[in-house]
């Protein structure tokens, strides 16, 4: 369970990545070949699209490769880096968690509301609930980096 865990991101971005490229390959070759274009197929890598940055973001904090502005922190000494460190996961950890539950809100307004996309006819909500999942999976993420924090001895 914790390989899953440890590589749940990674997997479902590589298999949308792939399934993103064979379907707008697929919309190339109608378009040019048989002339005639998907009306959804555009639609559908937009919204795969979304759930691939949200995602992304989560995997970027595991992998640590978030940009970030160090010129403050590297004028501190070792320890007060740490704690620098320490005070810059909690402020991200507490943007995470403003924007998975705002993102949940907006995407329970979606769903009583009913709004579809206009060419698959799917719900809205489908597209605006990669805001609170990734954001609330970057949460997880962001607690895993505290608590090693702790672990290593550095805070």
Request: proline share 3%.
């Amino acid at each position: 369970m914790r390989k899953v865990w440890n590589s749940l991101e990674e997997y479902i971005l590589v298999f949308s990545l792939a399934f993103t490229v064979f379907l707008i390959f697929i919309q190339i070759v109608m378009r040019y070949v048989f002339h005639h274009s998907l009306s959804w197929s555009e639609e559908l890598a937009r919204y795969v699209f979304l759930w691939q940055i949200w995602l992304g973001a989560s995997f970027a904090v595991k992998e640590h490769r978030h940009l970030r502005i160090e010129a403050i922190k590297n004028v501190l000494s070792p320890k007060a880096q740490k704690y620098f460190e320490l005070i810059t996961l909690v402020i991200w950890f507490g943007f995470s968690l403003f924007l998975a539950f705002k993102g949940a809100e907006l995407t329970m307004i979606l769903l009583q509301r009913g709004q579809v996309s206009p060419a698959m006819r799917l719900p809205m909500a489908y597209a605006y609930a990669s805001v609170p999942v990734g954001c609330g999976l970057m949460a997880i993420r962001l607690i895993e980096e505290m608590f090693g924090l702790f672990r290593k001895g550095e805070a």
